[in-house]
């Protein structure tokens, strides 16, 4: 998957932090249900990658892929796991390099007109907004706009039910990531029908 094809499978990315990979197959059954085939595993938990492994093997259907990816070893690990592509909550020339030498495709993280640049300069197009509320969202993504027409974000941070189409109608917003649709306790207490419904709620909130 290029970054367009991973930005255009859903409006609503979710970004997850999974405990326990026995969550990884109900999780991934109840955001598809929810109309959500794309899932950000971050690597914050020790069951991320396993839960990657699980998806990708059980579950081909789904676009999965990892985040918080910050170095080349962790892509390695990604890409060995079964990961379609990966997100960044930065950029780095040397992370760039490493997702053309692993041939994976990387999502980086911007939220500076020089960062953008790096991203253009490297024929990247596809990029998050990180922070996105933080780094000024819907004002600064209008900004950039104007010198890099060509980009393409997926704001993510700070987005809900109330912002989300603010960022949605921007032209230069495929998409955006979250965690308020997959709620941690929902996924602790195994109430995959609250995530389904979260989805759905959002998805149908899109104007
Ligand atoms: C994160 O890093 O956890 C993501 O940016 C999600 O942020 P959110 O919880 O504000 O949606």
């Known amino acids: 998957m290029n970054g367009f094809d991973v930005m255009s499978v859903s409006p609503i990315v979710p970004v997850i932090a999974i405990k326990d990979e026995k969550d990884a197959l109900p999780l991934a059954k109840a955001l598809s249900e929810g109309g959500v085939n794309v899932m950000e595993i971050t690597l914050r938990t020790e069951a991320g990658l396993k ?21 080349e070893e962790d892509l390695i690990a990604s890409k060995k796991a079964g990961a379609k592509f990966v997100f960044s909550p930065g950029i780095s020339q040397e992370l760039i390099d490493a997702s053309i030498k692993h041939d994976i495709t990387l999502i980086p ?42 980009m393409n974000f997926c704001p993510t941070g700070g987005v809900n039910l109330a912002n989300l189409n603010d960022f949605l109608n921007l032209k230069n917003v495929l998409c955006v990531g979250g965690t ?16 389904t419904r979260l989805c759905k709620e959002a998805i149908n909130s899109i104007k």
Do not use: H
Request: aromatic content about 10%; charged content about 20%; overall charge negative.
């Open 51 to 71: 839960a990657v492994e699980i998806i990708s093997k059980e579950m081909p259907e789904m676009n999965v892929g990892t985040g918080t990816v910050c170095n």
């Open 109 to 150: 993280g911007v939220s500076t007109s020089s960062e953008v640049m790096l991203a253009q300069n490297n024929n990247i197009y596809y990029c998050k907004l990180f922070p996105a509320t933080l780094s000024g969202g819907v004002d600064i993504l209008k900004a950039f706009s104007g010198p890099y027409a060509k």
């Open 180 to 195: 308020w649709f997959v709620p941690k306790d929902a996924i602790a207490n195994n109430d995959f029908d609250k995530i």
